[in-house]
């Protein structure tokens, strides 16, 4: 589902107003992640757990159906499309052979794992620095949703201004940005500071998945958008996987016995965005010419 919105996004928007486009996509994802751990925590708390699957079953067929009768997709099937795996193979490479795009599934590649290696463990890491451990989950569902919140109203805002500015300019600066806000999450004494800087990320990483997403579209012709957002959902699914065995990792070497040690977590991540911010601000170019979606029909 999220490939073929972003495919579809990507194909229809104007090349000039990708950054807005991708953003917007972005600020719809973060809210629907803001408003659906509260929605689902009220009907558990409500009516249990089975209304849950019931609710989420008829939203996503509204979706569906939404798409279905409100969307009016233009599209003209090529005069000879590969057919079967050997086809498949054959786009694939065109897409990993275009100039740039295997460093933007770099980039989000190392964006995601940075972003999700903490959320395993931070209802853990909660739980230690509250006077009242057994909320630990009502906070972590507001340090997330809160977040989600931020990036939901940064994504929008930098957007737009990554079709003024440039997307090299602000994937670099929200990256360093979130290293930056990272470091201080290994030193918070309380939840309330941890809530407050959690929402910083948010910010920052507002800005840092839509403009990847802006980024590959320029960089691929349009017909390939849906094996480009195909594979792009592929890395950030990949690397979501990756991140909790990465931080489980961390915490496993850097605990001292009988003591577990979660704050190193910030650090690592927070080293993480350095390098990813570091490798886009080294490789990109920093004048954005007209790639190869700037002209494709």
Request: aromatic share 10%.
């Amino acid at each position: 589902v999220v490939s073929a919105a972003n495919s579809m996004v990507a194909a229809a928007a104007p090349r000039e107003r990708l950054g807005y486009a991708m953003g917007m996509m972005q600020t719809a994802a973060w809210a629907g992640a803001s408003v659906g751990p509260m929605l689902g925590g009220a009907l558990e708390f409500f009516f249990g757990y089975r209304l849950s699957f019931v609710v989420t079953a008829a939203l996503l067929l509204a979706g569906g159906l939404l798409v279905l009768f409100g969307v009016r997709e233009r599209f003209t099937p090529p005069a000879d499309p590969g057919r079967g795996l050997r086809g498949m193979l054959a786009t694939w490479r065109e897409v990993f052979r275009a100039p740039g795009v295997p460093l933007a599934y770099f980039l989000r590649f190392s964006a995601w794992l940075g972003r999700t290696m903490l959320v395993p463990f931070l209802p853990l890491f909660i739980a230690t620095i509250t006077v009242k451990p057994d909320l630990a989950g009502m906070y972590t569902g507001l340090a997330i949703g809160l977040a989600a919140g931020s990036s939901t109203l940064s994504g929008v805002v930098l957007g737009r201004l990554s079709d003024r500015v440039g997307y090299r300019v602000i994937l670099v600066a929200s990256t360093f940005a979130c290293a930056a806000f990272y470091v201080p999450m290994a030193f918070v004494t309380n939840v309330l500071q941890l809530i407050f800087v959690n929402v910083l990320i948010g910010l920052a990483t507002g800005g840092v998945l839509p403009a990847i997403s802006a980024m590959l579209a320029h960089l691929t012709p349009r017909a390939a958008a849906g094996s480009v957002y195909g594979i792009d959902n592929s890395v950030a699914a990949a690397s979501r996987a990756l991140a909790p065995m990465v931080a489980g990792a961390v915490v496993t070497l850097t605990s001292l016995p009988g003591q577990t040690d979660y704050r190193t977590i910030f650090l690592v991540t927070a080293a993480l965005f350095v390098l990813t911010g570091a490798v886009a601000a080294w490789r990109l170019p920093r004048r954005e010419g007209a790639g190869p979606g700037q002209g494709a029909p």
